[in-house]
């Protein structure tokens, strides 16, 4: 046990973690050069494309140190943007030490404090090491004054390296080596193993990735998920190299996987214990706060007859995804569906693109929407996310709505910008202060609704690209909440239904108002497109009807004859508009929607 190593690398979004991770790998001699490939732990298409972690990853790497001894270094690669920190404190609790990465260009910022502070929870020990010295830009000195006056640790402990050349590597390999602890645990204790990761085989069933402290465990034992008491067999049990690698036992210590034959998706619990049937331990692991989901979304396919395959495709994405959750849900306009929670936008447009991309489907999600708190008239409290369980207005004593505590770190020369954005998105108690030179850490308290639709969008074009966001959820206050409802030709569109702020109602319902002018084809009737709250009518916008030139026949003669033609034509079309049904196609919907997000 003496010579394991469970560390992880944490940093903001883009400083450098994966290439990092890869280097190690090749310096520890486990990949070819021929076999090797950019971001080797990354294996989604789509963390590929975007260059970000979405999924955790595991790998143990044979190190053999400057004296001899051969380490077996347990390393966890987590994703770094904001929506996927869960992911990060799940990784965490798996090991005793983090390398705290840092872009030697860019500084420390907004989701390095936030990391750091995950890391501290757990009690880590943490190297810092300073990134992306080979760059230009780089100003590793500056940053190292920037790591001891921000984040309180040593500047003499902090290492520099440069990732993409390998400069530096080796000695962060030694630093792990002699600076992080060995695991500790009792390897003949009953069994104590905490589940932090779960991937889908489709051959093979689930496959848990443990962290085992206390006890050993083998293939044929039985053992027992502390949460359910539900018990299994176990098939097989084995370390991460690049590939699965089968062993014959997990002791004390150490990071793997075990298969169990697991069938059932929601039987995995991250953040659940693993103990023996025969011999359990006393209580189980104190396991991660439980994930909460803050940005909810109704998903459904395009075609009806796909309803069933997005079922099951949720229900396998559940299983890689703990922060997923999901509920039946059905609309007059586009059938049946799911109800799902997300993290945040991004976790949203993952799972979205993971659903199309993975399973072949075609999908609308409905407008984002938080979680409301609806206080009523009789002393009792519902939680709506759904515009559609909007309570009757004369039930109403008071609606509370989400707050967020959001840091955005920036060069001052954006203050003026970026205060401006926060005011026009309902922001209140402004504070700042200059952590280093040029460089402001501005805090305020906003409303969750208005950063989800395009804040961190809008932050990074007034910022060009210099700002960092991070946010946590503070508490929960009084808001003036309307439901608006987009109406076409007098029929209400329950899909298009929002809930937004009273102040910002109007604006909204006309951006949906022209869209629907766009896309929705002219009819042989006029029809109204309208944004009401209730029955008043805020918005309105028209698409004028195909007129089919009933007086071309008539040339010359009595103005009459043409009159009567034109009114026998408006009465027809008085006639179509009342019994006529709009066809609303899907693209329509698509626009509104993308018009939000």
Do not use: W
């Amino acid at each position: 046990m003496k010579n394991i190593r469970n560390f992880s690398i944490i940093a903001h979004i883009d400083h450098g973690k994966s290439t990092l991770a890869d280097r190690m790998i090749q310096l520890c001699g486990m990949v070819s050069a021929r076999e090797f490939k950019d971001q080797l732990l990354d294996n989604m298409d789509i963390e590929r494309e975007r260059g970000i972690t979405i999924k955790s990853q595991t790998i143990c790497l044979p190190y053999r140190a400057a004296d001899g001894t051969v380490y077996q270094l347990n390393l966890v690669d987590t994703p770094g943007h904001v929506d996927f920190s869960y992911e990060v404190s799940r990784a965490l609790a798996a090991c005793e030490g983090a390398l705290l990465l840092i872009d030697a260009s860019q500084g420390v910022e907004a989701q390095t404090l936030a990391n750091l502070y995950l890391a501290l929870e757990n009690d880590l020990e943490i190297i810092p090491v300073i990134n992306k010295i080979d760059l230009p830009a780089a100003d590793p000195d500056g940053v190292a004054l920037q790591v001891e006056e921000d984040l309180g640790l040593d500047a003499e402990e902090v290492l520099a390296c440069s990732a993409k050349t390998g400069e530096g590597v080796e000695k962060i390999l030694e630093a792990i080596v002699e600076r992080f602890p060995a695991p500790e645990g009792d390897p003949e204790a009953p069994l104590e193993a905490l589940i932090f990761d779960a991937n889908y085989d489709p051959y093979r069933g689930t496959i848990i990735s443990v962290r085992i402290f206390s006890g050993r465990i083998k293939p044929g034992d039985r053992i027992k998920f502390m949460s359910n008491d539900a018990e299994y067999r176990v098939e097989e049990v084995g370390i991460f190299r690049l590939q699965r690698e089968e062993t014959k036992e997990l002791a004390a210590g150490q990071v793997g996987y075990i298969l169990a034959g697991v069938k059932q998706v929601s039987d995995t619990r991250p953040g659940d214990t693993i103990t023996h049937a025969e011999r359990p331990c006393a209580a189980p692991l104190p396991g991660f706060r439980e994930v909460q989901q803050v940005v909810f979304s109704s998903i459904y396919p395009i075609a009806t007859d796909d309803y069933e395959d997005l079922a099951a495709a949720l229900e396998k994405l559940k299983l890689n995804d703990a922060a997923l959750s999901f509920q039946k849900d059905s609309s007059n306009a586009l059938g049946f569906g799911f109800r799902c929670g997300f993290l945040g936008l991004l976790h949203l447009e993952v799972v979205q693109e993971r659903l199309e991309r993975e399973f072949g489907l075609s999908l609308i999600l409905t407008v984002p929407t938080v979680n409301y708190h609806f206080h009523l008239t009789d002393g009792g409290m519902v939680e709506v996310d759904n515009p559609a369980h909007f309570p009757d207005p004369g039930r109403i004593e008071r609606i509370e709505e989400p707050y967020i505590k959001a840091t955005i770190l920036m060069p001052e020369r954006y203050m003026g910008a970026v205060m401006t954005l926060c005011m026009e998105r309902r922001g209140e108690n402004t504070s700042y202060h200059y952590p280093s030179p040029g460089r402001i850490e501005f805090t305020c308290e906003l409303p969750l609704a208005e950063v989800i639709y395009d804040f961190y969008d809008k932050l990074k074009s007034v910022t060009q690209g210099y700002g960092s966001f991070d946010y946590e959820l503070i508490d929960y206050r009084k808001s003036d909440l309307v439901k608006l409802d987009i109406l076409v030709n007098g029929e209400r569109v329950d899909a298009l239904s929002q809930l937004v702020d009273r102040s910002r109602a109007r604006e909204r319902g006309l951006a949906a108002c022209e869209k629907l002018k766009e896309e929705i084809p002219r009819h042989m009737f006029k029809i109204a497109i309208q944004a009401a709250i209730g029955s008043t009518i805020i918005a309105r916008t028209n698409i004028s009807a195909l007129r089919k030139d009933v007086t071309a026949k008539c040339y010359g003669g009595d103005i009459t004859r043409k009159r009567k033609l034109l009114e026998k034509q408006k009465a027809g079309k008085k006639r179509m508009k009342t019994v006529g049904n709009v066809e609303i196609p899907q693209r329509a919907f698509l626009s509104v929607l993308k018009s939000d997000t």
